[in-house]
């Protein structure tokens, strides 16, 4: 049973535009959370990440927002560019305390910047 | 820094062969980790090493076993490859302090015939 869950497989965004990438997840112990983004042929790199005692992370055009009550969180990128067109993830610990057991993550969703 | 390295980048084997993904990070991380990843998949956990001298089954350990060999290198064996195997693995590996990222390597992609 997932418990981090990414429902839209791709999104297609104009350059320039925000782009917003979406998560939810069914775990209500999850303390913290991760984005990664993932060129094809390369490994997963770490984007931003968010306390759950927090619900807003901003890191120059990355923003993540937290929803608690909704179990919900959204990326958002702004203004996008070319080299955004990436798979992104959503991850959490797969248990609370800090994360020494591992990430559980959605399924991605992938980001297509168009000039 | 290379970070995180990972051989062989390719592989392909036949249904029954045994061998050996390595991994091995420069970052004196603590801790270190195993996936899979399948097409329209996540990243799934197979196993983990919390710290040197210690290894837990992750999500998926079924086919697998691994070996910390010391704090840098961790590494994955199939003693016995099944086509249900084929896919992309990486390693990655974080501190241990907690609400650190990993870090992961390039990935190896495995195709079990």
């Known amino acids: 049973d997932q418990q981090v869950k990414q429902n839209s497989p791709s999104l297609s965004v104009q350059e320039g535009r925000i782009s917003i990438l979406n998560c939810d997840y069914t775990?209500?112990?999850?303390?913290?959370f991760l984005w990664y983004k993932k060129y094809p042929a390369e490994g997963p790199t770490f984007l931003i990440s968010?306390?759950?005692?927090?619900d807003k992370n901003e890191d120059g055009r990355f923003t993540v927002f937290l929803n608690k009550s909704a179990k919900h969180l959204s990326l958002h990128i702004v203004p996008s560019q070319p080299g955004d067109s990436a798979v992104y993830f959503c991850?959490?610990?797969?248990?609370?305390?800090?994360?020494?057991?591992?990430?559980?993550f959605g399924k991605g969703t992938h980001l297509i910047i168009q000039p | 820094n290379a970070g995180v390295t990972q051989t062989p980048k390719f592989q392909v084997l036949k249904t029954g062969q045994s061998m050996t993904l390595q991994c091995a990070q420069d970052?004196?991380?603590?801790?270190m980790y195993w996936y899979r990843q399948d097409p329209g998949m996540g990243l799934r956990l197979i196993y983990y090493?919390?710290?040197?001298?210690?290894?837990d089954k992750g999500e998926v350990p079924n086919g697998y076993n691994v070996s910390r060999l010391n704090k840098r290198e961790f590494s994955l064996r199939l003693e016995s490859a099944a086509p249900s195997q084929t896919s992309v693995y990486f390693c990655?590996?974080?501190?241990?302090?907690?609400?650190?990222?990993?870090?992961f390597g390039p990935g190896t992609r495995l195709t079990v015939l």
């Open positions: 990655a590996s974080r501190w241990l302090s907690p609400y650190n990222e990993q870090f």
């Open positions: 775990n209500s112990m999850f303390d913290y």
């Open positions: 968010i306390s759950s005692i927090k």
């Open positions: 991850a959490a610990p797969r248990s609370s305390g800090g994360g020494a057991d591992g990430l559980t």
């Open positions: 970052m004196n991380h603590n801790s």
């Open positions: 090493s919390a710290s040197e001298g210690t290894t």
